[in-house]
């Protein structure tokens, strides 16, 4: 790639960003960033279910909607993220259910909404996001902690649940791509075993899949071998395979006081580097659906926020100037 080239313009593939709304509206530079980056789009959090149905019966698309025609109005392509999710951006009044019929029902009729409020807008979705746990079995708890509200979809549901999802996924917009979506695939073999003996299984008995999303927040200790066998194995599948939600922290232990130093800014260019060549050597060009970074710039980050401590994660710093990672990532396409 030449160095006047922006990454859509260098990329095979597709270069998604994660975003917000309301920062595309109010900060001129990161909407520029991303009109110039990228020419995918995935919502950071307007499109989840605790956005688009903060009350049981109501659906808002506002936000979802504003993303959907700034995307349009720029020709970038958007994927859906997320219709089911354990965690805390599922809305109270859902993770109250507690009686499986009516969460079944419930789950149902809500992918059955908002896939045909997006058809023809959106091509492609998370279904189901982090059903499974490090061991490899379907979550049947919650990350949350005592005192927090908890939302038990595979102890309610059963293991099977995520197979049916899919299905009224489908049922609800038989032309979107539907991806499987997780984290920490390469650390952690069983998990990305059981993601693969899934996709085995929904091969067998035709349950609709086309892709996975490989979440990647890692960081630069993050050992080059996992990375490769994830995207191997994934790649091996035949399936579209997303590199969902990158971001390599330079901050693994969560200091406080953190400050990048020139050598870990190194490092992380040589982890982009490295993710992004293996990728595109790995994965056949026709199953490359694309590398989404998890934000625009390192001063709106989720990061910090998520680890309670400093970090300096993607590919912009807080003033939009490009950092070397920007320069890996380039050099890796
Ligand atoms: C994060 C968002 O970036 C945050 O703004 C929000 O508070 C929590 O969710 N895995 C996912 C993403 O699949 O949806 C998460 O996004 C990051 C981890």
Redesign the pocket.
Same mark, same amino acid.
């Given at each position: 790639p030449s160095a006047s080239q922006t990454l859509a313009e260098a990329s095979p593939f597709h270069i998604g960003f994660?975003i917000?709304p309301a920062r595309i509206q109010n900060i001129a530079l990161y909407r520029q960033t991303v009109i110039q980056e990228a020419n995918s789009i995935t919502a950071?959090?307007a499109m989840?279910p605790s956005r688009i149905s903060p009350q049981k019966g109501v659906y808002k698309f506002e936000e979802a909607d504003q993303l959907i025609a700034f995307a349009q109005s720029q020709k970038k392509r958007i994927h859906g993220? !997320?219709l089911v999710?354990y965690?805390? !951006?599922s809305p109270t009044w859902l993770k109250q259910i507690r009686d499986s019929t009516e969460l079944e029902s419930t789950l149902q009729s809500y992918i059955q909404t908002v896939a045909t409020h997006f058809k023809g807008k959106v091509a492609s979705w998370?279904v189901v996001?982090?059903a499974f746990d490090k061991q490899g079995a379907i979550r049947t708890d919650s990350l949350e902690g005592p005192g927090r509200p908890t939302f038990n979809v595979g102890k309610i549901l059963g293991k099977d649940y995520v197979a049916r999802m899919f299905q009224y996924a489908h049922n609800a917009d038989p032309d979107a791509r539907l991806f499987y979506?997780?984290?920490a695939q390469e650390t952690r073999p069983a998990k990305l075993e059981a993601i693969l003996a899934m996709v085995a299984d929904f091969k067998r008995r035709g349950v609709p899949i086309h892709g996975l /999303?490989l979440?990647m927040?890692i960081s630069i200790d993050t050992p080059d071998a996992g990375i490769e066998n994830a995207i191997r194995r994934y790649a091996e599948t035949g399936l579209l395979v997303h590199i969902?939600?990158l971001d390599i922290a330079m901050n693994p232990d969560k200091k406080k006081d953190f400050v990048p130093t020139p050598e870990l800014l190194e490092k992380q260019y040589e982890k982009y580097k490295f993710v992004v060549s293996t990728y595109k050597k790995v994965v056949p060009a026709s199953q490359q659906f694309g590398i989404t970074m %998890? /934000?625009v710039d390192d001063g709106t980050? %989720?990061i910090p /926020?998520?680890c309670k401590c400093a970090d300096n994660v993607l590919l912009f710093d807080a003033n939009y100037v490009k950092k070397r990672s920007y320069q890996g990532f380039l050099e890796g396409l």
């Open positions: 994660a917000s950071d959090v989840k993220h !997320t999710w965690i805390d !951006t998370d996001n982090e979506n997780d984290y /999303g979440q927040h969902s939600e %998890w /934000g980050s %989720w /926020g998520f």
